[in-house]
């Protein structure tokens, strides 16, 4: 079935066209850095805000126009299925994400969703090899059924964890069976909402402890995916465990952990949490964390998790200058965790959405790839710190510096002058080859 009939295959047409469903910036095949833009920038489509979010908020129901949601049950999973591989093939695509209870409903015992999702894979398993779309990762939703209450690895109920496990084993069996680049473990409801009921130890110490099962029942698998874990630092629980970048990475290296896990960043996440996006990718970066993107915005005006379509120029350039420092994403890519406004609810504003994150993130690349090859940021932080390379400086750095050594050559009264460190002008200088490339 067609069920995006009004729109055809989405191509590169440069930024003089006229025609609203063509990409002006993104063309898969023009290399930049090295690379082809597709190589880079690896994009993957996400199934829950495309194909089942409908549009709903806390203030008033769904208003997305779907032609399948004409349909219920496992009917609905099937339709889904063919909307999301014609989507992808007509947007140009080569990647897609989801959760396990995106793509097929639950039954009424475990055994019944399991076999709901058998079902839903195979087919799906058709249209990869058919369309050669791969899974760039799955994960498992445990934060949305009422049994989540109180958490699923960090639940204070043994029952939960164990079904908790249960399912997470499934959802590695389906990544497994689907190829799947990357596995993510997004915890929406590890954390707490007061410390009056919580035994915050033991909640970590089994969040660990579900991580290492993950790690051994993989590896007795043959699923060699990188795993992910995304940082949030709050809602729907009030104090999430994985705040940030840098707690994430404080919790991984307090159990053992890290050699098994990189980070799988969100920009949304990264503002709640009071930092950029740019930020949190420079940290997991400087710990060799970086792993994968979930690609949004927030509105700065509103105070929860709004998964806007990227758009911000600068924020998709600083972005991509960490990612081609980094040496890109390897098994990772960047994923559009983003759904359209209430208003925007007609099929044809799902490629307008899109087209926009592709297009942004594509100008992003070629703005990034310029500052880069300019050295316009790398020469002025040279400057910025080259009382390091020499002198006492170098003493620093080195490690032969002593409190006794510091105190002495801070004795000589030497006139301490620093220097403007030129934001305004650095800014201007990005805000000229954005506009440029």
Known sequence: MDWFKQVGRIKYEGRETGNPLAFRHYNPDEVVAGHTMEEHLRFSVAYWHTLTGNGSDPFGTGTMIRSWDRYSAMDLAKARVEAMFEFIGKLGVRYFCFHDRDIAPEGDTLRETNRNLDTIVEMMRGYMKSSGVKLLWNTANMFHHPR???GAGTSCNADVYAYAGAQLKKSLEIGKELGAENYVFWGGREGYETLLNTDMELELDNLARLY???????????FDAQFLIEPKPKEPTKHQYDFDAATTIAFLQRYGLADHFKLNLEAN??????HTFEHEIRVARMYGMLGSLDANQGDLLLGWDTDEFPT???????????????????????????????????????FYAHIAGMDSFAKGLKAAARLIEERILDSFIERRYRSFREGIGEQIVSGKATLHTLEQYAMQNREIRNESGRQEWLKAAINEVICSV
């Not at 290492?212 to 043959?222: F, P, Q, S």
């Open 312 to 350: 911000d120029l600068y924020m998709t350039t600083l972005t991509m200058v960490e990612l081609l420092k980094n040496g890109g994403l390897g098994r990772g890519g960047i994923n559009f965790d983003a759904k359209v406004r209430r208003g925007s609810f007609e099929p044809e504003d799902l």
């Open 212 to 222: 290492r099962m993950a790690i051994d029942y993989a590896r007795e698998i043959g």
């Open 269 to 274: 996440h990264a503002t709640l949490a009071g």
């Open 148 to 150: 989540f209450v109180h």
